[in-house]
């Protein structure tokens, strides 16, 4: 189950800060999404009712519950995945800022710039704020889009609530490329079509021809499409070898290998060791 509101036209301020978001999404989740992160002035916030999951992030492993709340800002690296008796839902509200300009902030703003990551337990009612916002969303009465800037406002105050009397620093992480529509879009294909990808598909989508297609994604990562969906598999193969429970033919097919054999062969010349070799690994490091 997936409801998701791309291509939105909604924005509110805070203290003089700008913000607007281009994507909200709730979704039960049945496929990990590999490692990634946002760039500069790009925020998530991601609330759990639902369901389990473990998000890893700067080689952390946290274990997701019912009323997990955290955010991942700028050049966050983060990879999420549920776990299958009972797949976390989530909501995940994406905000896009403005740089920070420390002189003209408040405290309020201060703290949610300066957490570029906080992870916990929500205490001030953002289920009930996520519910209505998908609430207002969904119905489109007559002011509708006003109420959701404001619920947006609101929700934002009570993340920073959450972790403003713990705070948790965070080094300043090193600056990347911006993001822009296309830039969702080519990032969403990455994370939630692991499986399937396609440079045609991707141009498709972003109404552009391949080899332009192959030009922007160079652009924005420094990278071939090939090697982003490389790095795609390979992170989610990584993810998923961790569950002894899932069988490597099981990976193969999931990230959409023709054959174990084949999966196998690109994993080893990714990580220049076998599935086996790493599950055994990974295996050992846990039990030290």
């Known amino acids: ?21 281009p994507h909200i999404v709730f979704e039960r989740f049945t496929r990990t999404i590999p490692s990634h992160s946002h760039g500069e002035g790009c925020f998530e916030i991601h609330y759990i009712p639902f369901g389990y999951g473990r998000l890893i992030t700067s080689g ?3 274990d997701i519950a019912p009323n997990t709340l955290y955010v991942t800002g700028p050049h966050v690296e983060h990879a999420q995945f549920p776990l299958l008796y009972d797949p976390m839902q989530e909501y995940c509200v994406y905000l896009k800022t403005k740089k920070f300009n420390e002189k003209t902030t408040s405290p309020l703003m201060k703290a949610f ?16 704020i996520m519910k209505q916002i998908f609430k207002e969303l969904e119905s489109r009465f007559t002011g509708y889009q006003k109420q959701v800037e404001l619920l947006l406002a609101q929700l934002l105050i009570c993340l920073i609530r959450n972790y403003d009397t713990e705070k948790c620093a965070r080094d300043e992480l090193a600056p990347g ?6 830039s969702i879009i080519i990032e969403e294909y990455f994370l939630y079509e692991y499986d399937n990808l396609s440079l045609c598909a991707l141009a498709d989508r972003l109404k552009l021809s391949p080899r332009q297609t192959q030009r922007l994604i160079w652009k924005y990562y420094g990278k071939s499409f090939q090697q982003k969906k490389t790095d ?4 989610v193969a990584s993810i998923m070898l961790r ?4 069988s490597i033919a099981y990976i193969a097919d999931t990230l959409g290998y023709s054959s174990p054999e084949h999966f ?12 086996t070799e790493y599950r055994k690994l990974f295996r050992q490091n846990k039990t030290r």
Not at 243 to 246: A, C, G, K, L
């Open 232 to 235: 795609a598999r390979m992170s």
């Open 264 to 275: 196998s062969a690109a994993f080893r010349k990714y990580y220049n060791m076998t599935p």
């Open 60 to 62: 952390q492993y946290y």
């Open 243 to 246: 569950d002894q429970n899932r």
């Open 177 to 182: 490329n911006l993001i822009d529509s296309n």
């Open 1 to 21: 189950m997936k409801i998701a509101y791309s291509d939105l036209d909604i924005s509110f301020a805070i203290d003089g800060v700008e913000f607007s978001v």
């Open 113 to 128: 710039f300066s957490t570029p990551f906080w992870f916990g337990k929500d205490n001030h009612g953002v289920h009930v």
